[in-house]
Protein backbone atom coordinates (compact mmCIF):
# COMPACT_ATOMS: atom_id res chain seq x y z
CA UNK A 1 0.00 0.00 0.00
CA UNK A 2 2.85 2.61 0.99
CA UNK A 3 4.75 1.01 -2.21
CA UNK A 4 1.77 1.33 -4.48
CA UNK A 5 0.88 4.89 -2.48
CA UNK A 6 4.98 5.54 -3.45
CA UNK A 7 4.32 4.31 -6.76
CA UNK A 8 1.42 6.08 -7.75
CA UNK A 9 2.96 9.44 -5.59
CA UNK A 10 6.00 9.49 -7.59
CA UNK A 11 3.33 8.62 -10.91
CA UNK A 12 1.72 11.65 -10.06
CA UNK A 13 4.58 13.65 -9.25
CA UNK A 14 6.31 12.49 -12.56
CA UNK A 15 2.92 13.62 -14.34
CA UNK A 16 2.71 16.36 -12.75
CA UNK A 17 5.90 17.98 -13.57
CA UNK A 18 5.42 17.01 -17.47
CA UNK A 19 2.53 19.22 -17.28
CA UNK A 20 4.00 21.81 -15.87
CA UNK A 21 7.03 21.44 -18.26
CA UNK A 22 4.25 21.41 -20.95
CA UNK A 23 2.32 24.70 -19.65
CA UNK A 24 6.41 26.41 -19.01
CA UNK A 25 6.68 25.54 -22.64
CA UNK A 26 3.64 26.54 -23.88
CA UNK A 27 4.10 29.96 -22.00
CA UNK A 28 7.56 30.48 -23.37
CA UNK A 29 6.36 30.16 -26.84
CA UNK A 30 3.64 32.69 -26.09
CA UNK A 31 6.57 35.08 -24.78
CA UNK A 32 8.77 34.61 -27.47
CA UNK A 33 5.56 34.79 -29.98
CA UNK A 34 4.64 38.12 -28.62
CA UNK A 35 8.40 39.25 -28.08
CA UNK A 36 9.10 38.78 -31.62
CA UNK A 37 5.02 40.16 -32.94
CA UNK A 38 6.37 43.34 -30.52
CA UNK A 39 9.13 43.62 -32.04
CA UNK A 40 7.71 43.22 -35.24
CA UNK A 41 5.49 46.10 -34.83
CA UNK A 42 8.08 48.40 -33.42
CA UNK A 43 10.16 47.89 -35.88
CA UNK A 44 7.14 48.36 -38.45
CA UNK A 45 5.98 51.28 -36.63
CA UNK A 46 7.63 53.16 -34.11
CA UNK A 47 6.35 53.97 -31.41
CA UNK A 48 3.84 51.25 -31.20
CA UNK A 49 0.71 53.36 -32.88
CA UNK A 50 -1.14 51.88 -29.58
CA UNK A 51 0.50 54.99 -27.32
CA UNK A 52 -0.48 57.33 -29.50
CA UNK A 53 -3.56 56.34 -29.97
CA UNK A 54 -6.66 58.97 -28.25
CA UNK A 55 -8.93 57.31 -26.09
CA UNK A 56 -12.15 56.30 -27.42
CA UNK A 57 -14.88 59.08 -26.37
CA UNK A 58 -18.22 57.84 -25.13
CA UNK A 59 -20.63 58.53 -27.54
CA UNK A 60 -22.69 60.94 -24.92
CA UNK A 61 -18.90 62.82 -25.28
CA UNK A 62 -19.39 63.21 -29.11
CA UNK A 63 -22.70 64.59 -28.90
CA UNK A 64 -20.74 67.88 -26.77
CA UNK A 65 -19.31 70.63 -28.73
CA UNK A 66 -15.86 70.86 -27.90
CA UNK A 67 -15.30 74.35 -26.14
CA UNK A 68 -13.93 77.21 -28.21
CA UNK A 69 -10.61 78.97 -28.05
CA UNK A 70 -10.52 82.84 -29.11
CA UNK A 71 -6.85 84.48 -29.77
CA UNK A 72 -7.11 88.18 -30.16
CA UNK A 73 -3.94 90.10 -31.44
CA UNK A 74 -3.22 93.75 -31.62
CA UNK A 75 -1.25 95.01 -34.44
CA UNK A 76 0.51 97.95 -33.20
CA UNK A 77 0.02 101.07 -35.52
CA UNK A 78 -1.79 98.81 -37.87
CA UNK A 79 -2.85 101.31 -40.60
CA UNK A 80 -5.12 99.48 -42.62
CA UNK A 81 -3.73 101.59 -45.76
CA UNK A 82 -0.35 99.62 -45.08
CA UNK A 83 -2.28 96.17 -45.75
CA UNK A 84 -3.51 97.42 -49.23
CA UNK A 85 -0.45 98.64 -50.37
CA UNK A 86 1.74 95.30 -49.54
CA UNK A 87 -1.71 93.36 -50.62
CA UNK A 88 -2.10 89.57 -50.87
CA UNK A 89 1.35 89.00 -52.43
CA UNK A 90 3.20 90.42 -49.72
CA UNK A 91 1.14 90.46 -46.94
CA UNK A 92 -0.83 86.72 -47.63
CA UNK A 93 -1.86 85.90 -44.40
CA UNK A 94 -3.73 89.14 -42.84
CA UNK A 95 -5.00 89.79 -47.08
CA UNK A 96 -6.99 86.19 -46.61
CA UNK A 97 -7.59 86.74 -42.93
CA UNK A 98 -9.78 90.42 -44.36
CA UNK A 99 -11.27 88.15 -47.05
CA UNK A 100 -12.41 85.20 -45.55
CA UNK A 101 -13.25 86.25 -42.44
CA UNK A 102 -15.76 88.96 -41.33
CA UNK A 103 -13.82 92.04 -41.29
CA UNK A 104 -13.60 95.75 -41.66
CA UNK A 105 -10.75 98.01 -42.52
CA UNK A 106 -12.67 101.03 -41.35
CA UNK A 107 -13.53 100.21 -37.35
CA UNK A 108 -12.32 102.94 -34.88
CA UNK A 109 -9.85 102.90 -31.81
CA UNK A 110 -11.14 104.70 -28.67
CA UNK A 111 -13.14 107.46 -28.96
CA UNK A 112 -10.77 109.49 -26.78
CA UNK A 113 -7.59 108.65 -27.38
CA UNK A 114 -4.88 106.94 -30.52
CA UNK A 115 -2.09 105.98 -28.02
CA UNK A 116 -0.80 102.71 -26.90
CA UNK A 117 -2.13 101.45 -22.97
CA UNK A 118 -5.49 103.68 -23.14
CA UNK A 119 -6.76 101.38 -26.43
CA UNK A 120 -5.09 98.00 -24.84
CA UNK A 121 -6.92 98.68 -21.33
CA UNK A 122 -9.81 99.12 -23.64
CA UNK A 123 -9.35 96.16 -26.00
CA UNK A 124 -9.30 93.89 -22.82
CA UNK A 125 -12.03 95.32 -20.86
CA UNK A 126 -14.46 96.81 -22.98
CA UNK A 127 -14.46 99.94 -21.65
CA UNK A 128 -13.82 103.79 -22.86
CA UNK A 129 -10.94 105.74 -20.90
CA UNK A 130 -13.32 108.54 -19.97
CA UNK A 131 -16.80 108.66 -18.11
CA UNK A 132 -18.65 106.61 -15.26
CA UNK A 133 -17.51 103.28 -16.30
CA UNK A 134 -14.08 104.24 -17.82
CA UNK A 135 -10.69 102.21 -17.44
CA UNK A 136 -9.16 105.91 -17.04
CA UNK A 137 -5.90 105.16 -18.49
CA UNK A 138 -5.09 108.04 -20.49
CA UNK A 139 -1.81 107.41 -19.82
CA UNK A 140 0.79 105.68 -21.88
CA UNK A 141 3.34 104.28 -19.53
CA UNK A 142 3.70 102.36 -17.18
CA UNK A 143 3.12 103.93 -13.94
CA UNK A 144 3.81 101.20 -11.45
CA UNK A 145 0.31 101.35 -10.35
CA UNK A 146 -2.84 98.96 -11.06
CA UNK A 147 -6.34 99.64 -13.11
CA UNK A 148 -8.53 99.35 -9.57
CA UNK A 149 -5.81 102.17 -7.74
CA UNK A 150 -5.63 104.34 -10.29
CA UNK A 151 -9.66 104.41 -11.11
CA UNK A 152 -10.49 103.87 -7.03
CA UNK A 153 -13.22 100.36 -8.14
CA UNK A 154 -12.11 97.21 -9.74
CA UNK A 155 -11.45 97.35 -13.28
CA UNK A 156 -12.46 93.72 -14.37
CA UNK A 157 -10.89 92.31 -17.80
CA UNK A 158 -12.07 89.73 -20.53
CA UNK A 159 -9.05 87.56 -18.40
CA UNK A 160 -11.59 88.00 -15.39
CA UNK A 161 -14.44 86.87 -16.93
CA UNK A 162 -12.90 83.71 -18.59
CA UNK A 163 -11.08 82.91 -15.16
CA UNK A 164 -13.45 83.31 -12.97
CA UNK A 165 -15.71 80.59 -14.80
CA UNK A 166 -12.35 78.42 -15.04
CA UNK A 167 -11.16 78.71 -18.43
CA UNK A 168 -7.37 79.35 -18.85
CA UNK A 169 -5.92 82.56 -19.86
CA UNK A 170 -2.46 83.64 -21.56
CA UNK A 171 -1.08 87.38 -22.29
CA UNK A 172 1.58 87.85 -24.64
CA UNK A 173 3.29 91.93 -25.59
CA UNK A 174 6.03 92.97 -26.91
CA UNK A 175 6.11 96.20 -24.68
CA UNK A 176 7.33 97.07 -21.30
CA UNK A 177 4.06 99.05 -20.33
CA UNK A 178 1.91 96.59 -20.44
CA UNK A 179 3.22 95.40 -17.19
CA UNK A 180 0.98 97.86 -15.92
CA UNK A 181 -2.05 95.29 -17.32
CA UNK A 182 -0.38 91.94 -15.96
CA UNK A 183 0.17 93.70 -12.29
CA UNK A 184 -3.21 95.10 -12.52
CA UNK A 185 -4.76 91.15 -12.69
CA UNK A 186 -2.09 89.17 -10.90
CA UNK A 187 -2.16 87.19 -7.72
CA UNK A 188 -1.67 90.16 -5.61
CA UNK A 189 -4.01 92.57 -7.36
CA UNK A 190 -6.95 90.31 -8.80
CA UNK A 191 -10.45 90.12 -7.12
CA UNK A 192 -11.15 87.19 -5.52
CA UNK A 193 -13.23 84.74 -7.57
CA UNK A 194 -16.52 84.70 -6.46
CA UNK A 195 -17.92 82.68 -9.70
CA UNK A 196 -18.64 79.29 -9.04
CA UNK A 197 -15.41 77.28 -8.41
CA UNK A 198 -12.86 79.54 -7.22
CA UNK A 199 -10.08 79.56 -9.98
CA UNK A 200 -7.86 82.04 -7.51
CA UNK A 201 -7.12 86.12 -7.71
CA UNK A 202 -4.35 85.41 -10.35
CA UNK A 203 -6.17 86.18 -13.69
CA UNK A 204 -3.79 85.09 -16.08
CA UNK A 205 -2.20 81.76 -15.98
CA UNK A 206 0.51 82.41 -18.70
CA UNK A 207 2.40 85.32 -19.68
CA UNK A 208 5.50 86.73 -21.19
CA UNK A 209 6.76 90.10 -22.46
CA UNK A 210 9.50 89.03 -25.32
CA UNK A 211 10.07 89.54 -28.86
CA UNK A 212 7.96 88.40 -31.20
CA UNK A 213 9.43 85.54 -32.34
CA UNK A 214 9.27 84.08 -28.64
CA UNK A 215 6.11 85.35 -27.71
CA UNK A 216 4.43 83.92 -31.43
CA UNK A 217 6.30 80.25 -30.47
CA UNK A 218 4.75 80.36 -27.15
CA UNK A 219 1.10 81.24 -28.12
CA UNK A 220 0.98 78.94 -31.35
CA UNK A 221 2.28 76.31 -28.60
CA UNK A 222 -0.61 77.23 -26.44
CA UNK A 223 -3.09 76.90 -29.31
CA UNK A 224 -1.43 73.52 -30.36
CA UNK A 225 -1.85 72.09 -26.94
CA UNK A 226 -5.39 73.03 -26.92
CA UNK A 227 -5.17 73.59 -23.45
CA UNK A 228 -5.77 77.29 -23.21
CA UNK A 229 -9.00 79.06 -24.07
CA UNK A 230 -8.31 82.58 -24.23
CA UNK A 231 -5.02 83.93 -25.55
CA UNK A 232 -4.04 87.96 -25.99
CA UNK A 233 -0.93 88.69 -28.39
CA UNK A 234 0.47 91.78 -28.86
CA UNK A 235 2.93 92.69 -32.09
CA UNK A 236 5.14 95.62 -31.60
CA UNK A 237 7.17 96.07 -34.64
CA UNK A 238 4.99 97.77 -37.42
CA UNK A 239 4.69 100.61 -34.65
CA UNK A 240 8.47 100.91 -33.96
CA UNK A 241 8.80 101.07 -37.44
CA UNK A 242 6.37 103.62 -37.96
CA UNK A 243 7.87 105.95 -35.12
CA UNK A 244 11.47 105.53 -36.61
CA UNK A 245 11.05 106.05 -40.20
CA UNK A 246 7.03 107.50 -40.75
CA UNK A 247 3.85 105.39 -40.64
CA UNK A 248 3.36 103.71 -44.64
CA UNK A 249 6.92 104.35 -45.23
CA UNK A 250 9.07 101.49 -46.44
CA UNK A 251 10.29 100.32 -43.01
CA UNK A 252 6.95 99.97 -42.38
CA UNK A 253 5.75 97.86 -44.88
CA UNK A 254 8.85 95.92 -44.11
CA UNK A 255 7.84 95.49 -40.42
CA UNK A 256 4.55 94.78 -41.80
CA UNK A 257 5.73 91.56 -44.15
CA UNK A 258 7.38 90.47 -40.86
CA UNK A 259 3.95 91.13 -38.58
CA UNK A 260 2.05 88.86 -41.46
CA UNK A 261 4.56 86.07 -41.05
CA UNK A 262 3.67 86.09 -37.07
CA UNK A 263 0.02 86.05 -38.24
CA UNK A 264 1.18 83.35 -40.48
CA UNK A 265 2.48 81.04 -37.58
CA UNK A 266 -1.15 81.60 -35.38
CA UNK A 267 -3.41 81.43 -38.19
CA UNK A 268 -1.53 77.96 -38.88
CA UNK A 269 -2.33 76.82 -35.47
CA UNK A 270 -6.05 78.16 -35.84
CA UNK A 271 -6.90 76.78 -38.97
CA UNK A 272 -5.85 72.78 -37.36
CA UNK A 273 -7.08 73.56 -34.05
CA UNK A 274 -9.35 70.46 -33.07
CA UNK A 275 -11.04 72.38 -30.93
CA UNK A 276 -13.28 75.42 -32.79
CA UNK A 277 -10.83 78.27 -33.37
CA UNK A 278 -11.13 82.46 -33.44
CA UNK A 279 -8.55 84.77 -34.41
CA UNK A 280 -9.58 88.44 -33.58
CA UNK A 281 -7.02 91.11 -35.62
CA UNK A 282 -7.04 93.84 -34.48
CA UNK A 283 -5.06 97.78 -33.63
CA UNK A 284 -4.29 99.86 -31.09
CA UNK A 285 -4.52 103.53 -33.21
CA UNK A 286 -3.39 103.62 -37.23
CA UNK A 287 -0.21 106.91 -38.02
CA UNK A 288 -0.05 109.24 -40.34
CA UNK A 289 1.21 108.66 -43.84
CA UNK A 290 4.93 109.57 -43.40
CA UNK A 291 4.87 110.89 -39.90
CA UNK A 292 6.05 109.17 -37.18
CA UNK A 293 3.65 110.31 -34.09
CA UNK A 294 -0.27 109.11 -33.96
CA UNK A 295 -1.00 110.43 -31.10
CA UNK A 296 -3.98 113.25 -32.01
CA UNK A 297 -7.13 111.55 -31.87
CA UNK A 298 -8.46 114.51 -34.31
CA UNK A 299 -6.79 112.68 -37.31
CA UNK A 300 -8.43 110.05 -39.16
CA UNK A 301 -5.42 108.03 -40.19
CA UNK A 302 -4.68 107.74 -36.29
CA UNK A 303 -8.05 106.32 -35.47
CA UNK A 304 -9.00 104.20 -38.19
CA UNK A 305 -8.17 100.45 -37.85
CA UNK A 306 -8.80 96.96 -39.26
CA UNK A 307 -10.99 94.56 -36.93
CA UNK A 308 -11.10 91.64 -38.58
CA UNK A 309 -12.28 87.92 -37.06
CA UNK A 310 -11.83 84.91 -38.69
CA UNK A 311 -11.98 81.32 -37.90
CA UNK A 312 -14.85 79.25 -36.57
CA UNK A 313 -16.78 81.43 -35.40
CA UNK A 314 -17.57 83.12 -38.36
CA UNK A 315 -20.36 81.71 -40.58
CA UNK A 316 -20.63 84.30 -42.75
CA UNK A 317 -17.42 85.81 -43.95
CA UNK A 318 -17.83 89.30 -45.51
CA UNK A 319 -17.73 93.31 -44.49
CA UNK A 320 -18.73 93.36 -41.07
CA UNK A 321 -20.66 96.58 -41.25
CA UNK A 322 -22.88 94.59 -43.57
CA UNK A 323 -23.54 91.92 -41.14
CA UNK A 324 -24.28 94.70 -38.57
CA UNK A 325 -26.49 96.96 -39.86
CA UNK A 326 -26.37 98.68 -36.03
CA UNK A 327 -23.68 99.88 -36.34
CA UNK A 328 -22.59 102.66 -38.17
CA UNK A 329 -20.14 102.50 -40.74
CA UNK A 330 -17.92 106.35 -39.97
CA UNK A 331 -17.45 108.35 -43.18
CA UNK A 332 -15.25 110.31 -41.10
CA UNK A 333 -13.30 110.48 -38.00
CA UNK A 334 -15.73 108.96 -35.83
CA UNK A 335 -19.24 108.27 -36.69
CA UNK A 336 -21.98 111.13 -36.38
CA UNK A 337 -22.96 111.96 -32.89
CA UNK A 338 -26.07 110.47 -31.79
CA UNK A 339 -25.23 106.97 -33.24
CA UNK A 340 -22.09 106.95 -31.81
CA UNK A 341 -21.59 102.89 -32.63
CA UNK A 342 -18.96 102.36 -34.98
CA UNK A 343 -17.17 98.98 -34.31
CA UNK A 344 -14.32 99.95 -32.37
CA UNK A 345 -10.81 98.04 -31.19
CA UNK A 346 -12.65 97.60 -27.30
CA UNK A 347 -15.56 95.48 -28.96
CA UNK A 348 -12.60 92.75 -28.65
CA UNK A 349 -13.40 91.75 -25.19
CA UNK A 350 -16.95 91.59 -25.48
CA UNK A 351 -17.02 89.68 -28.91
CA UNK A 352 -14.21 87.34 -27.66
CA UNK A 353 -16.33 86.66 -24.45
CA UNK A 354 -19.27 85.78 -26.85
CA UNK A 355 -17.66 83.54 -28.92
CA UNK A 356 -16.46 81.54 -25.63
CA UNK A 357 -19.98 81.62 -24.79
CA UNK A 358 -19.96 83.52 -21.42
CA UNK A 359 -21.67 86.86 -20.66
CA UNK A 360 -20.13 90.19 -21.50
CA UNK A 361 -18.44 92.44 -18.94
CA UNK A 362 -20.64 94.02 -16.61
CA UNK A 363 -20.66 97.86 -16.69
CA UNK A 364 -18.48 98.11 -20.23
CA UNK A 365 -19.83 100.95 -22.40
CA UNK A 366 -19.33 98.51 -25.72
CA UNK A 367 -22.13 95.88 -23.54
CA UNK A 368 -24.65 98.76 -24.24
CA UNK A 369 -23.72 98.53 -28.09
CA UNK A 370 -25.48 96.31 -30.61
CA UNK A 371 -23.28 93.10 -29.92
CA UNK A 372 -21.43 92.43 -32.77
CA UNK A 373 -22.75 89.06 -35.25
CA UNK A 374 -20.61 87.15 -37.00
CA UNK A 375 -23.51 84.68 -38.67
ZN1 LIG B 1 0.66 101.67 -30.12
Given at each position: MGHNGAVTRSDANTSSRRRWIALGAFFLVLVVAGGLAFGWNAWRQAPPAVVDQPIASPPTATATPKAPIVVIVSIDGFNPEGLALLGKASAPHLTQIAQRGASTMNARTSRDSTKTLPNHTGMLTGREINGAHGHGVDFNDDNGSTLAADTGTYVPGIFDVAHDRGLRTAFFAE????TYLLRSWDSVHGAAD???????????DHWNIADAAQIVSEATSLIEAQHTDVIFVHLASADRAGHAHGWLSDAYLTALVSVDDSIGAIRTAIDTSERPATLIVTSDHGGPHGNTIHSDSTQLANVRIPFMVYGDAVAKPGDLYELNPARTNPTNRLADGTRDHPIRNIDATNTALGILGLVPISGAVSTTWPPIQLR
Open positions: KDKFTTGDDNGADKI
